[in-house]
């Protein structure tokens, strides 16, 4: 069965860092792309940050460039994200996920798996 399941959530104060953690099913993660969206209460989903399967296809989001980093260790089948200085307008549920291929994309559109998320609010 196809899953995608996120973990590392939480609730922090602004300047903390978090690490998101998606694991996997392993012909799920195996070849494929993977992503970081994200979600705010009332906004519309958006994209946080992609990785190709050889982790040489990386893109981050403006509004998230030089505090995120997204990794993946294809040996244990598992996403990360490394979210540093966390800010208010972070809040969102965090999603990651799958898309076939070898390179990432920032469409949503693009990706055909995805998991159920996991929450991080960050207080002022």
């Known amino acids: 069965q196809v899953q995608l399941v996120e973990s590392g959530g939480g609730l922090v104060q602004a300047g903390s860092s978090l690490r998101l953690s998606c694991v996997a099913s392993?012909?799920?993660?195996?070849?494929?792309?993977l992503g970081w969206f994200r979600q705010a209460s009332g906004k519309e989903r958006e994209f946080v940050a992609t990785?190709?399967?050889?982790?040489?296809?990386?893109n981050v989001a403006d509004s998230v460039e030089g505090r995120f980093t997204i990794s993946r260790d294809n040996h244990n089948n598992r996403l990360f994200l490394q979210m540093n200085n966390l800010q208010p307008e972070d809040t969102a549920d965090y999603y990651c996920?799958?898309?076939?291929?070898?390179?990432?994309?920032?469409?949503?559109?693009?990706?055909?798996?995805w998991g159920q998320g996991t929450r991080v609010t960050v207080s002022s």
């Open positions: 392993g012909r799920l993660f195996s070849g494929r792309s």
């Open positions: 990785i190709g399967w050889a982790a040489g296809s990386i």
């Open positions: 996920a799958a898309k076939k291929g070898y390179y990432g994309s920032a469409r949503i559109d693009d990706y055909d798996w």
